[in-house]
Nanobody, 125 residues
Framework: QVQLIESGGGLVQAGGSLRLSCTAS????????MGWFRQAPGKEREFVAT????????YYADSVKGRFTISRDYAGNTMYLQMNSLKPEDTAVYYC??????????????????WGQGTQVTVSS
């Protein structure tokens, strides 16, 4: 079983940047697709970005395309989400997730079977 721990959240002004990290422990995650999701207050959890096991394929939600970059470091068993040009509407709890059964990147929440505890990102206007 893989355990995922997010870090890097915080409070930032609009236009600023943050980098979220998701570190996996328990098993190597090199063959897993990974993803980032977020949940704002009063809203359902939504897809943000996903990366295939090889790192060759990435997909983004339209709302973050061009501002966020997903990447992964196999040596450190860590996935990242670089967030630039942050907006108040990016405020949410951000979750990382792993699809232990497939190496293919996917936007479908139901495919992910391992989730982190979440990290809060707050963007002030």
């Amino acid at each position: 079983q893989v355990q995922l721990i997010e870090s890097g959240g915080g409070l930032v002004q609009a236009g600023g940047s943050l980098r979220l990290s998701c570190t996996a422990s328990g098993r190597t995650f090199s063959h897993y697709a990974m993803g980032w999701f977020r949940q704002a207050p009063g809203k359902e959890r939504e897809f943000v970005a996903t990366i295939s096991w090889s790192g060759e394929n990435t997909y983004y939600a339209d709302s973050v395309k061009g501002r966020f970059t997903i990447s992964r470091d196999y040596a450190g068993n860590t996935m990242y989400l670089q967030m630039n040009s942050l907006k108040p509407e990016d405020t949410a709890v951000y979750y990382c997730a792993a699809d232990a059964l497939s190496p293919l990147a996917t936007m479908k929440q139901g495919r992910y079977d391992c989730w982190g505890q979440g990290t809060q990102v707050t963007v002030s206007s």
